[in-house]
């Protein structure tokens, strides 16, 4: 039987965190395609250039730790990009789509950040500091994502679909 150590669960929030990375990278163009607003379209554009980084940025943490770079399925993104498509399917045309693609981009934003602060305290527990290095600057951009994802709700986003089903 394998030991529940530190090691072992940050090797496989790991794998789960990089799963979640390239099944993101893979739904941001969807979200962008979908998007009514000129704004929320560019947001997902640059966050889709960012995500490629952060996905490298887990091969060489994985490089770090020593161990090879593959995921595992991650059942919390899987069941968070359903939701954003299913925003997109039924709110298709509809004045609150980007209001809906927001929400579900913002959902997404929060899992990444509770997963890098969570990797990177390990990290520095288990004297990686390289890797913590490279998960805090990935939670960084993850938090100005979700702080750009806010401001674009705030400036317009949810108080058009209000107005326009007014």
Not at 3 to 26: G, M
Not at 74 to 97: H, N, R, S
Not at 115 to 136: H, N, P, Q
């Amino acid at each position: 039987m394998v030991e529940k150590t530190l090691e072992k669960l940050f090797h496989e929030t790991l794998k789960d965190v990089y799963y979640a990375e390239r099944k993101i990278l893979k739904s941001l163009p969807k979200m962008a395609k979908g998007a009514a607003s000129s704004e929320l379209r560019a947001a997902f554009e640059k966050h889709r250039d960012e995500t490629e980084m952060h996905v490298e940025r887990l091969q060489q943490v994985f490089e770090i730790f020593g161990k090879r770079a593959q995921g595992k399925t991650c059942d919390a993104i899987e069941g968070i990009i359903a939701e954003g498509e299913e925003v997109l399917d039924e709110f298709k045309g509809e004045p609150a789509l980007d209001a809906g693609l927001v929400s579900s981009a913002q959902a997404v934003e929060h899992y990444e950040i509770a997963r890098y602060g969570t990797l990177a305290r390990w990290a520095a527990e288990l004297g990686l500091k390289d890797a913590m290095a490279l998960l805090l600057q990935t939670l960084e951009e993850e938090i100005a994502t979700d702080r750009a994802l806010t401001k674009l709700a705030e400036g317009g986003i949810n108080r058009k679909a209000q107005e326009m089903a007014a």
